[in-house]
């Protein structure tokens, strides 16, 4: 029998409280732009500013989850969370602003550094991490349908965020505290799959400046070019993260059935054609039909690309690594749409980022093909003429139970400290042979 499968539920509930800030962009910097003195590239700037802070947590606390204690580092994440953002929402200063911003955007994405590394851990990280994204696209679901009710200040979003991470923080207290490593451990421990590893970290920053470039615009688009209300648009983003919803399900269902390398590429591509879509929008129809598309797709194209990264190392480095590159793309995403949009125009913008999303498809599916597809440990379990012996074996009818499948992915090596070596003691050991009987007391001689 199978042994049954316990949900990380802190983990998911921090994952979401790190994932908000992103997912409610376009209405921050939307109302950045109305509540206070700034231009819309202004407003971008904020917007880039906040998860360019949130980025730099992760490379920064990237290896020291275990030395610090994920406890301790979430309660730290979720406190700073918590001032940043709420002290931003409450003021109207603009440097006040801006500087909350900064350590609300720290906050979130140490404790999304925390989950990560978290999640990596787990038997099935793909899981935990479409559970993570189903409770955030859930929760600014429901903030984009609840703050055009409360008023056009800049607070509301930025306290929605503040008010997550405060609920959040009573769950810290199952996560594991400090993990203390031998020192020779700690040394050699590197990064396994490297090539693999920084394939991805270089292609993720553009996939996701892709993403969130048209994202921190998609308000803007159907405000002033799809003539929209702001209520009507809160509700289009809405159902369009309830289609997340459904599709964060769907790959949650699905798993890994059809790898990593078919979601990837062809979701991709698909969301490319969204994107030109959603920017060329001139009504409601179009416009909604774009932005629930993408919405329907980002989101799992997503869980695969945090399973893959995941996958490349059983202690999450990989996994937060190439999170807090995508994180330096998600950054600069909000500035770069204010620009191309400001110059180009949307439709124009639409088209040059879809070009750049498909390109940058091709490495990243290269990746989930890459590291679906090794034999185990290739060049070391080898015969002498070079064939690797899950070949030999599937070849000559070997039994299957105890040897692996063709293509099998590697097994992790992991190496065990001995604090002193055993000592043998001879008198446990005898020469080999038959012993001899010891002779049997006979009658006497008398």
Do not use: K
Not at 27 to 46: M, Y
Not at 260 to 286: E, K, M
Not at 386 to 397: K, L, N, R
Not at 409 to 418: F, S
């Amino acid at each position: 029998m199978f042994a049954p499968r316990t949900t990380p539920w802190p983990l998911v509930a921090l994952f979401t409280a790190g994932y908000l800030a992103p997912y409610l962009l376009p209405t921050t910097v939307g109302r950045l732009d109305v509540g206070l003195p700034l231009s819309a590239t202004q407003a971008g700037a904020v917007g880039s500013a906040l998860l360019l802070s949130s980025a730099s947590a992760g490379f920064v606390l990237a290896s020291r989850v275990e030395r610090i204690g994920a406890r301790r580092l979430a309660r730290i994440g979720l406190a700073l969370a918590v001032f940043g953002y709420g002290g931003a929402a409450l003021t109207h200063s603009v440097p006040a602003v801006v500087l909350g911003a900064l350590v609300g955007g720290f906050g979130s994405g140490t404790a999304t550094t925390v989950a990560a590394t978290r999640i990596a851990a787990e038997r099935d990280p793909h899981r935990a991490s479409a559970l993570g994204l189903l409770g955030v696209s859930a929760l600014a679901g429901v903030v984009y349908l609840t703050v055009p009710h409360l008023g056009r200040g800049h607070g509301q979003p930025l306290a929605a965020i503040a008010l997550t991470a405060l609920a959040v923080w009573p769950l810290t207290g199952r996560l594991p505290g400090r993990t203390t490593l031998p020192q020779t451990r700690r040394q050699r421990a590197r990064l396994p799959h490297l090539r693999s590893g920084l394939v991805l970290a270089a292609a993720m920053p553009c996939w996701s400046l892709v993403q969130n470039s048209l994202w921190g615009v998609s308000g803007r688009i159907g405000l002033t070019q799809a003539h929209l209300t702001e209520a009507a648009v809160g509700v289009v983003f809405a159902v369009a993260l309830g289609a997340g919803l459904l599709g964060v399900l769907g790959a949650g269902a699905l798993g890994p059935r059809l790898g990593r390398a078919l979601p990837i590429g062809a979701g991709t591509a698909l969301i490319a054609g969204c994107v030109v879509a959603s920017a060329s929008a001139t009504d409601l129809t179009t416009f909604a039909a774009g932005e629930i598309a993408w919405n329907l797709l980002y989101p799992v194209v997503l869980s695969y690309l945090i399973g893959l990264a995941a996958s490349l190392d059983p202690r999450g480095r990989w996994a937060v690594l190439v999170g807090s590159a995508s994180s330096l793309g998600t950054a600069a995403g909000p500035l770069t749409g204010s620009l191309l949009s400001a110059r180009a125009g949307f439709p124009d913008m639409g088209a040059i980022l879809a070009a750049g999303l498909l390109v940058v498809a091709v490495p990243m599916t290269a990746v989930a093909l890459h590291t679906a597809g090794r034999p185990l440990l290739p060049g070391t379990v080898r015969r002498r003429g070079g064939t690797p012996a899950a070949v030999v074996a599937a070849s000559t009818g070997a039994p299957t139970g105890a040897v692996p499948q063709v293509g099998a992915p590697e097994q992790a090596v992991v190496e065990i400290t001995v604090d002193t070596p055993a000592v043998s003691a001879r008198g446990a050991y005898d020469t080999a042979g038959p012993r001899r009987a010891a002779a049997a007391p006979g009658p006497s001689a008398d």
